[in-house]
């Protein structure tokens, strides 16, 4: 597994989170009201709704703890794989009915302090259960709860005519310390993402001014992230802010490559078209 070691991330990655649930809590109390979808079939409230359902998982993760109270829930969330997240979703949307924005944002503010005073003397690197039956490390539950914030918040602000924004020191750090974790942890992560990637290897080198550069492997029964090593078959340069709301579909590829804040190089840059089209993300 790739980006081992938090190291002096974890200071920042703290603060990130504090700061980003205050500005997520901010936005869902004053935005106007919403004049179109959130995200998917997702209303502004469900989509705030869910980034506050997922810090009371994630506070109860890092203490190493089943991600909810009923018990039908906790099993289908241990044993689930990527597949399984969009009803999985939906059934806690459904257990935990509660959409008033005030009452939202305060069990949100809740959850995270008590995600971050659970884990303020941990090892940030220490390995936790998470869903799925996967393992992370402590930092990686962290960032985790950080991408959704940036994402949803994204998504509040699109149905609301709000304005959000998804600052690149804290893209780099979900991106580092939660997607390529994610993706690189090999059997840790075997169950639930078991039914990610399939077809032919395509290997893809990522390279940003803000994060480590990485290459993700990808293919039949194959998914991992490696140190760079030449054989890439192209290099995506990317700003990480673009590149996080194109893996998870809140904007089109094609207008960040004409744009510039993508680009694919050669020897076959039509692969990074493929990978897009083939990752699949919590």
Do not use: C
């Not at 930092?139 to 509040?156: M, R, W």
């Not at 169950?191 to 990637?197: A, D, M, P, T, Y």
């Not at 290997?203 to 760079?228: C, D, F, I, N, Q």
């Not at 054989?231 to 995506?236: G, K, N, R």
Request: cysteine-free; hydrophobic content about 45%; aromatic content about 6%.
């Amino acid at each position: 597994m790739l980006l081992e070691e938090t190291g002096d991330r974890w200071p920042a990655l703290r603060a990130a989170l504090s700061d980003t649930t205050d500005r997520f809590a901010r936005l869902i109390a004053s935005a106007p009201p919403p004049t179109r979808s959130a995200i998917g079939g997702w209303s502004a409230d469900e989509a705030a709704a869910h980034t506050a359902i997922v810090s009371g998982m994630n506070a109860e993760m890092v203490a190493g703890r089943d991600p909810f109270d009923d018990p039908d829930l906790a099993r289908a969330s241990r044993e689930m794989t990527l597949a399984d997240l969009a009803a999985v979703n939906a059934r806690a949307l459904r257990r935990y009915p509660a959409r008033d924005p005030e009452a939202l944002g305060a069990h949100l503010r809740e959850h995270v302090d008590l995600l971050l005073e659970r884990s303020a003397d941990l090892d940030p690197d220490e390995p936790r259960p998470w869903l799925g039956g996967a393992r992370l490390p402590v930092s990686t539950l962290l960032a985790h709860q950080l991408n959704e914030l940036l994402l949803h918040g994204f998504d509040v602000a699109r149905a609301t005519g709000a304005r959000w924004d998804v600052p690149e020191d804290e893209a780099a750090l979900a991106f580092d310390l939660f997607l390529m974790r994610l993706l690189g942890a090999g059997a840790d992560t075997r169950h639930l993402l078991s039914r990610s990637g399939g077809g032919r290897e395509l290997r893809v080198e990522l390279r940003s001014a803000r994060t480590t550069p990485v290459m993700v492997v990808s293919g039949e029964r194959k998914l991992e992230v490696v140190r760079p090593d030449g054989s890439a078959d192209t290099v995506v340069r990317f700003t990480p802010s673009v590149f996080m709301l194109a893996l998870f579909r809140r904007i089109g590829l094609a207008g960040a490559l004409v744009s510039g804040t993508i680009t694919a190089s050669r020897p076959r840059p039509w692969v990074a078209l493929a990978y897009f089209r083939r990752t699949r993300t919590p």
